[in-house]
T-cell receptor
Framework: GENVEQHPSTLSVQEGDSAVIKCTYS??????FPWYKQELGKRPQLIID?????GEKKDQRIAVTLNKTAKHFSLHITETQPEDSAVYFC??????????FGAGTRLTVKP | NAGVTQTPKFRVLKTGQSMTLLCAQD?????MYWYRQDPGMGLRLIHY???????AKGEVPDGYNVSRLKKQNFLLGLESAAPSQTSVYFC???????????FGPGTRLTVT
């Protein structure tokens, strides 16, 4: 089955800096790559997703890039704010398979 | 719309006891899922359902059973709880397999 690895496990940045979280996946047939944000004690919520026919997608301060050849995708957050502090999960789903999540990245944005 | 709801929010069980977690969604989604979340391990799929009356095993199904008698409800059962099942359980639903999953608020289960 699909295996997703996520790095780093923790990330601390200064407010206003950029943050980058990277994920690799094992199944080259995977075609949907969502990113979820989970604030402390809350449920995971989708913040952005990308499909395999697109190389990059942007939504205001967040962007996701996908490199199908290398089988990795990344989340980019620019101009970070304290409210960006949370755990971020990447995921991948192959056709006919189950969604597999990365282990998560705890992002801390210091004011 | 309430979205995805779960009951109960918290529960403490003794080893060997049984319980059922209830998930309900009002978005008319076909797909429903049960995950467990443990520190440092992300979300792991326990069981899922692709429609009323169907269930399928996920990544970590042992020790759990599920039922989907109605489209809007997905039940997760623990027949004989073990300390290894101490976790936070999330239910989710989606329109299709490759679409956004909407999560419930979670159930924190402790097995002593």
């Amino acid at each position: 089955g699909e295996n997703v690895e996520q790095h780093p496990s923790t990330l601390s940045v200064q407010e206003g800096d950029s943050a980058v979280i990277k994920c690799t996946y094992s199944d080259s047939a995977s075609n949907y790559f969502p990113w979820y944000k989970q604030e402390l004690g809350k449920r995971p919520q989708l913040i952005i997703d990308i499909r395999s026919n697109v190389g990059e997608k942007k939504d205001q301060r967040i962007a996701v890039t996908l490199n199908k050849t290398a089988k990795h995708f990344s989340l980019h957050i620019t101009e970070t704010q304290p409210e960006d502090s949370a755990v971020y999960f990447c995921a991948a789903i192959p056709p006919g398979g189950d969604m597999r999540f990365g282990a998560g990245t705890r992002l801390t944005v210091k004011p | 719309n309430a979205g995805v709801t779960q009951t109960p929010k918290f529960r403490v069980l003794k080893t060997g006891q049984s319980m059922t977690l209830l998930c309900a969604q009002d978005m008319n989604h076909e797909y429903m899922y049960w995950y467990r979340q443990d520190p440092g391990m992300g979300l792991r799929l326990i069981h899922y359902s692709v429609g009323e009356g169907t269930t399928a095993k996920g990544e970590v199904p042992d020790g759990y059973n599920v039922s989907r008698l109605k489209k809007q409800n997905f039940l997760l059962g623990l027949e004989s709880a073990a300390p290894s099942q101490t976790s936070v359980y999330f239910c989710a639903s989606s329109y299709s397999k490759g679409s956004e999953q909407y999560f419930g608020p979670g159930t924190r289960l402790t097995v002593t």
